[in-house]
Structure formats: structure tokens, C-alpha cells
């Protein structure tokens, strides 16, 4: 039997924000830092996984192209690979690859023993993220739960 991770087994809809308010970068990893602190694991560690999010963009920008970004970070501050999700509704300059603005954020966090799984969900999220319509599917979401179940819907008809 296949061994498949998913990354809807590390998110959760309170790690889901649909309005990201910053304007920068930097305010996006700070929101989006904040927002998995909701996780129990995580909790006052937000501030550690912030600080890691920026060490890993001086590495390199994680704006991966098409208008979606994948910060993230091992950090022993974290116990379980976590996932948050955010949508800007106003485009944001991330230093993508492409050069195009960001709206779609896909954040995660995962302890350094974890390795082997977090390169899992990064290669998984990067493949699903290459299609135009479940971008554009995940950006007509009007609530959590339907992030989720796209996310749930995509990883159940791609192994």
C-alpha cells in the first residue's frame, strides 16, 4: 500500500484565513506566523516560526510563481509538520520567481526530524498548485471548509 501524505492531515480551518490583511512580505510572515500559533503545538512558538520563515526567504524567495507562495521552515519549536493557508485579496510583492504579485499562501512549519515529510507536502502542494483552475478554485473559496475540501477533493483524485 502507497504511503501518501496529505497535506489536509496537517490543516485545520483555524489555520485558514481568507482576508490576509498585510501589505508586505515581511507582514504577510508575521500574519501568517500568528495564524498557525492557533495550532495547540505551536501556540507562543509563532514568534520562532516567524523568525524562521525570514531566515528561510533569505535562502530565496518561497514565491514560487503564479501568484502563489510556499513559506516554510524546520524549527524544533514545532512538535508536528503544520500547514496554515491565507488568501491576499490584494496582490503583494513576494520576490517571486516569476515576478508576479502573491495572493495565495500556503505556510508551513515542521520539526527537523520531520524532514522526509515536509519535502512530501512541499512537492505535493507545489504540483497541485501548478494548475489554473485549483488556484482559481481555492480563490472562489468563501469559507475554510471549502479550502479544505478542494484541498481534500484534489488529493483524492491526484496520488
Excluded: W
Excluded at 498585510?22 to 501556540?43: C, F, N, Q, R, Y
Amino acid at each position: 500500500m502507497l504511503n501518501i501524505v496529505k497535506i489536509t492531515d496537517y490543516m485545520s480551518e483555524d489555520l485558514i484565513c481568507l482576508d490576509l490583511t498585510a501589505k508586505t512580505k515581511d507582514e504577510v510572515l508575521k500574519e501568517l506566523s500568528t495564524l498557525m500559533g492557533k495550532a495547540p503545538h505551536i501556540g507562543t512558538n509563532s514568534e520562532v516560526i516567524y523568525k524562521a520563515l525570514l531566515e528561510r526567504e533569505k535562502l530565496g524567495s518561497t514565491g514560487i510563481g503564479k501568484g502563489v507562495a510556499i513559506p516554510h521552515a524546520k524549527t524544533d519549536a514545532v512538535e508536528q509538520l503544520t500547514i496554515a493557508f491565507g488568501i491576499s485579496r490584494e496582490k503583494l510583492d513576494f520576490k517571486s520567481l516569476d515576478e508576479e504579485e502573491v495572493n495565495l499562501f500556503f505556510v508551513f512549519a515542521s520539526p527537523n526530524k520531520d524532514s522526509h515529510i515536509y519535502l512530501k507536502v512541499l512537492a505535493r502542494i507545489s504540483r497541485f498548485i501548478r494548475e489554473e483552475e485549483f488556484r482559481n478554485t481555492l480563490l472562489s473559496c468563501k469559507t475554510e471548509k471549502e479550502v479544505i475540501e478542494c484541498i481534500r477533493e484534489k488529493e483524492g483524485v491526484t496520488l
